[in-house]
């Protein structure tokens, strides 16, 4: 079967309002009516809070996603600055990135909270973009089957039978590859995107394996992009570095237009 392409931009903690609207002014000249782009292309945006209301402006009508870049999974509390699901959806969000690896090093973020997250966004109708990669480390001691294997298993534990039959994305994104300018060969993304297309399927089902999107992520760009998204495994892109000028990612955009 044929997965619509996704591709999406990490803008992590970066733009100002102003600085969005120019993103989008410009990336909808480039592109033209983004609603035809959107028809073959899943194109979102994981955006700071202080740019949801802006995004969903520049992009009302579009079809563009508007993600957060994290949850929390209790529905509301005394939680100080935390958002919770609901707040997503009353922003009118897409979903949410789940478990990236910034997220994972710098804010303890562990395979428990990203399950209670893809929990709780799933029930709440959002699309949680669940991020795992390994390290340098761990890929030259050849753990990084296990490694992936069990930030999907371990965060896949604490998801509801309920929240299971919702949609959900997962992003494999190499440690060593993000911010870094190196990016993993084709060959060596598809082979791990495989390998977590099995595990869907061992959890999920051949069905949900077939028409679950698996992205790539980490130093992707204008450059690479069309011969990683050649594999028939690689679904599409979550983008840091290369979203946040609209040429680029617009070049990006193109190629998921084009690749089969
Ligand atoms: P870069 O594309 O800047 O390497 O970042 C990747 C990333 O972390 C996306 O979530």
């Not at 803008?11 to 959107?38: H, P, Y």
């Not at 958002?83 to 562990?110: C, K, P, V, W």
């Not at 999920?204 to 050649?230: D, H, I, P, W």
């Amino acid at each position: 079967m044929t997965r619509k392409k996704f591709l999406a931009g990490n803008w992590k903690m970066q733009k100002t309002r102003a600085e969005a609207s120019e993103f989008f002014q410009l990336f909808t000249k480039i592109l033209g009516d983004l609603k035809n782009v959107t028809r073959v292309v899943d194109v979102a945006f994981g955006v700071p809070a202080t740019l949801f209301d802006a995004c969903s402006t520049n992009t009302a009508g579009s079809g563009v996603k508007i993600l957060a870049q994290n949850v929390h999974f209790e529905k509301q509390g005394a939680f100080t600055g935390e958002l919770s699901t609901g707040m997503l959806a009353d922003a009118g969000l897409a979903g949410s990135i789940i478990g990236h690896s910034e997220r994972r090093q710098y804010f303890a973020e562990n395979d428990e909270a990203v399950g209670k997250k893809w929990n709780a966004l799933a029930l709440r109708g959002l699309l949680p973009v669940v991020c795992v990669g390994e390290t340098k480390a761990e890929r030259e001691q050849g753990k990084t089957n296990d490694v992936v294997t069990k930030q999907f298993e371990a965060s896949f534990a604490h998801v509801s039978v309920e929240a299971r039959a919702n949609e959900f994305i997962v992003a494999y994104e190499p440690v060593w590859a993000i911010g870094t300018g190196l990016t993993a060969t084709p060959e060596q993304a598809e082979d791990v995107h495989k390998m977590i297309r099995g595990l869907i399927d061992k959890h999920f089902g051949k069905e949900r394996a077939e028409s679950t999107r698996v992205l790539y992520g980490g130093s992707m760009n204008a450059l690479n992009c069309a011969e990683l998204l050649q594999k028939p495994n690689i679904d599409g892109g979550l983008i840091g570095g290369a979203s946040l000028k609209p040429e680029d990612f617009s070049k990006m955009v193109q190629a998921a237009l084009v690749a089969k």
